[in-house]
């Protein structure tokens, strides 16, 4: 795979779509207005123009996994616990089981965390943050799987360390969920077919599904009502009465109401101390639409 650059594009290369690889994933693009994507992969759904897309959700049976025997060539060995082979081709596996439990499930698939990250969470090296070149799968005898780091030298000691896997952040994306499982990372601004390449738009304006009314200038954030839509996010504005009880201090937030006919209306209210918790803002809207229909907002997300 080429090394991620920086792209300056054409303004129809934003609608094509490859069956294969032809940058590296992440790699950005920017067209003479001003937008800005990243180089991605479907899952193995079809993506619809038009919806916010999420990244996969991680495997809990690859967090805080020790890595095992003696590294060589950047390659390390991480346990898995107990799985069956992760060579074969279908992609309904199950998260892998911890070794406490005899059910055994599918392990990863060779390539499936290729430009992924590993971070070590505890031990030596706590804290460090590698890319990984490639991945083997699941290997069924040994419960182990081998990844090469791209990074030299490994700093970190072997049997005595464990370390979280997490695949490539633009690879496998589907439409988010409502509300979304993992971090919504871009809008999709073509029907992209199953495991199809994709320019992935992050910033500047598009079209994106509506859910309830929106209002110029006001911030958005993902649906947690409709898969793939935004909405007005919940905002909320610090107290300014300095008290530092946070139970006592007073603040504003941007809430969703419900209205007869028209759902999603928002509204400024009072509350205190942690009485609502923000959105993780994706933009602001610039022309709003009506539920249901396509609103044109301005994407500003840090990936």
Known sequence: MTKQTNVRGDPQAVFATTAGPTYAFGTRMHVPDGRVFRRS?????????????????????????????????????VELG????????ARNR??????TNAVAARGPFAGEYDEGMLYVVSGSG??????IR??????????????????????????????????????????????????????????????????LQVQGAAAV????GLQTN???AASSD?????????VVIPPLSGDPNPHHARSVAVVNTIHPGDRGQSRLTPVTGMGVVPQLTLGYVIDPGYDGAQALVHLDIEV
Request: proline share 7%.
């Open 41 to 77: 992969q479907a899952a193995g759904t079809a993506l619809v123009a038009g919806r916010t897309a999420q990244t996969t959700v991680p495997d809990v049976g690859l967090r805080a996994r020790l890595v095992r025997g003696s590294p060589k060539n950047n390659e390390v060995a």
């Open 82 to 89: 107990k799985v069956v082979s992760g060579t074969g081709t």
């Open 94 to 99: 199950g998260e892998i089981q911890p070794q």
């Open 126 to 131: 706590a804290g460090h943050v590698y890319r």
């Open 134 to 199: 490639t991945a083997e799968g699941a290997d069924s005898t040994t419960n182990q799987m081998k990844v090469i780091i791209d990074s030299s030298p490994i700093s970190f000691t072997i049997d005595s360390t464990r370390v979280t896997l997490y695949k490539n952040f633009f690879k496998s994306l589907v439409i988010a969920a409502a509300p979304p499982s993992a971090p919504v990372i871009g809008v999709s601004p073509v029907a992209v077919p199953i495991n199809n390449h994709f320019w």
């Open 209 to 212: 599904l509506q859910e309830g």
């Open 218 to 220: 006001l911030p958005i």
């Open 226 to 234: 409709a898969q793939g839509a935004v909405r007005h996010a919940v």
